[in-house]
T-cell receptor, first 112, second 113 residues
Framework: DAGVIQSPRHEVTEMGQEVTLRCKPI?????LFWYRQTMMRGLELLIY????????DSGMPEDRFSAKMPNASFSTLKIQPSEPRDSAVYFC??????????FGSGTQLSVL | AQSVAQPEDQVNVAEGNPLTVKCTYS??????LFWYVQYPNRGLQFLLK??????LVKGSYGFEAEFNKSQTSFHLKKPSALVSDSALYFC???????????FGTGTKLQVIP
């Protein structure tokens, strides 16, 4: 298996633009997590899905953030409109049941 | 609510010496506990986990961790540190029946040649 695949690897955009981050989890995994990592706040859980259903989105900063998982092999995290404070590394991770998480390589987002 | 504490932002150890990275947790019921490592510009990589059974868990790259229920701790250890072990280490907890995974703030391990 190729592992968790995230795209793009880097994203540079201007304030106010829409940003879409993509994730393909490992086949057979039933949990998918979106995390954000910054120096100041560390690793923050934004939202997670179980069997494509959002379970807990209490970590989503505000209404500008939304996430979807239309099927078992694809998820998106969208920021609209983006702001400079959204600059961070965004990780997607998946797991089978309550076992360990497998992380993607992350998307480095810079909002100018 | 569940939580994880990593009390040391950074741990420095000489190459060849034993290392310990500390972790304590808070969760309802019996926990699932994990350690991950992150190298610069990379995602987190799984090192080891405690699910049940033996309190001493062995993982990748010679690392091990000891689960102590009475102290609610899950410290990461290695008998002899390598310079290549220098990285950021995260402890995580996942409560049984509670699917959310909570990570600690991370501990930077610096192994000095």
């Amino acid at each position: 298996d190729a592992g968790v695949i995230q795209s793009p690897r880097h994203e540079v955009t201007e304030m106010g633009q829409e940003v879409t981050l993509r994730c393909k989890p490992i086949s057979g995994h039933d949990y998918l997590f979106w995390y954000r990592q910054t120096m100041m706040r560390g690793l923050e859980l934004l939202i997670y899905f179980n069997n494509n259903v959002p379970i807990d989105d209490s970590g989503m900063p505000e209404d500008r953030f939304s996430a979807k998982m239309p099927n078992a092999s694809f998820s998106t995290l969208k920021i609209q409109p983006s702001e400079p404070r959204d600059s961070a590394v965004y990780f997607c991770a998946s797991s089978k049941a309550v076992m360990e998480l497998f992380f993607g390589s992350g998307t480095q987002l810079s909002v100018l | 609510a569940q939580s994880v504490a990593q009390p040391e932002d950074q741990v420095n150890v000489a190459e060849g010496n034993p290392l310990t990275v500390k972790c304590t947790y808070s969760v309802s019921g019996n926990p699932y506990l994990f350690w991950y490592v992150q190298y610069p510009n990379r995602g987190l990589q799984f090192l080891l986990k405690y699910i049940t059974g033996d309190n001493l868990v062995k993982g990748s790259y010679g690392f091990e961790a000891e689960f102590n229920k009475s102290q609610t701790s899950f410290h990461l250890k290695k008998p002899s540190a390598l310079v290549s072990d220098s990285a950021l280490y995260f402890c995580a907890v996942r409560g049984r029946g509670y699917q959310k995974v909570t990570f600690g703030t991370g501990t930077k391990l610096q192994v000095i040649p």
